[in-house]
DNA sequence: ACCTGAACACCGTTCAAGT
DNA sequence: ACCTGAACACCGTTCAAGT
């Protein structure tokens, strides 16, 4: 049910997403879906909690190091994202609405916690960061769509776009680590 | 023109902005609207334009410590966001396809590379800044409408809620600041 | 140049009725 | 519990025709 929307979202993307397309793809009527969600927001909902859920860094691969996780949590994330076309918008309208999709903020506050900073700190940390992702990443895969849709000679001036963009995201994740090692040496 | 288009957003929200609507607003046939725009996208960007256009912090009450700037333009960008309903969404969007809204980004961009930073710094750092302020702003909207739409006692909770958003927002903000002050001294 | 009228191809959602 | 069929109240956009 909610892999037939996935589904839906890769091949068509968030636009074309639509109820009655998904119940087509279902082989039901548009009313039917209303026996599982109580509108397309909650359904969102869904497909946004597991959007975000694939982004699973194995325990072990979780480096020790506070700023290290961050980094790697951080770029899980933004993979996570990119695995689903219009992944970001999805997840950014569903945790805007406060209707989910909001593992990212506790895990990455999580690490923060690590890092010896308070309860506070590190919520306020993550939501930055967090919103720094949706961003970048939506930014990110709007270029991809504009791209795909054929301007001029796009290899030529997607060779070495796709670094460009990780390391700008790199960077913004970065500065933020910076951000928060200054503000407690300044303690 | 434009004038009444933001009046039903700040009276009736995004999701009631419709051609239709807007055409009946002017006393016309949605067809009208046609002839002065190519689309709604593009409407929607004139608007986003007009919103971010409000921020204007006149030249003189620019502070000279390029940190205290950029902390007086990014308060200046988010009253402007918030002067409009859904204000922050309507950017976000129009920033996102690329149809304008980018004068903060320049403005910003500027303001830290009088800090002393290289463009391509300036750059990457002025969006990450704005992706914050978007991201921050829309939430805080999204609340807005959510307590006016009146929960239990919106009074008792929102007492001296806007104090915690002004305060989270600064702290984003001087988070970013210090990132960028620390990537300069460990140069 | 600017607008009307009418249409096209859709939406999300509801609800009685069926099994 | 789950689905159908039909409807309601909308959308954005196009296009011939008028002035």
Redesign the interface.
């Known amino acids: 049910m909610a892999c037939a929307a996935l589904r839906i979202l890769d091949n068509l993307g968030l636009p074309d997403l639509t109820m009655r397309r998904l119940a087509a793809e279902l082989d039901v009527q548009p009313s039917a879906l209303y026996h599982h969600f109580p509108n397309k927001q909650t359904m969102l909902a869904e497909l946004a909690d597991r959007i975000v859920a694939t982004h699973g860094l194995s325990p072990e691969d979780v480096p020790e190091d506070w700023r290290d996780a961050l980094r790697a949590e951080s770029a899980a994330l933004r993979d996570g994202l990119l695995a689903y076309r219009d992944g970001a918008?999805v997840v950014?309208s569903t945790l805007?609405?406060?209707l989910g999709a909001d593992a990212p903020l506790h895990r990455l506050a999580g690490v923060i916690g690590r890092g010896g900073f308070d309860d506070s700190?590190a919520a306020?940390?993550s939501?930055?960061l967090?919103?720094?992702v949706?961003?970048?990443v939506?930014?990110e895969q709007?270029?991809m769509q504009?791209d795909s849709l054929g301007a001029l000679s796009p290899e030529l001036k997607s060779r070495g776009l796709d670094d460009d963009q990780a390391a700008?995201f790199a960077?913004?994740v970065?500065?933020?680590?910076?951000?928060?090692?200054?503000?407690r040496s300044?303690t």
């Open positions: 918008e950014s805007a609405l406060g700190t306020r940390a939501s930055v967090v919103h720094f949706l961003g970048h939506s930014h709007q270029r504009y700008s960077f913004g970065d500065l933020l680590v910076g951000g928060l090692e200054r503000s300044r």
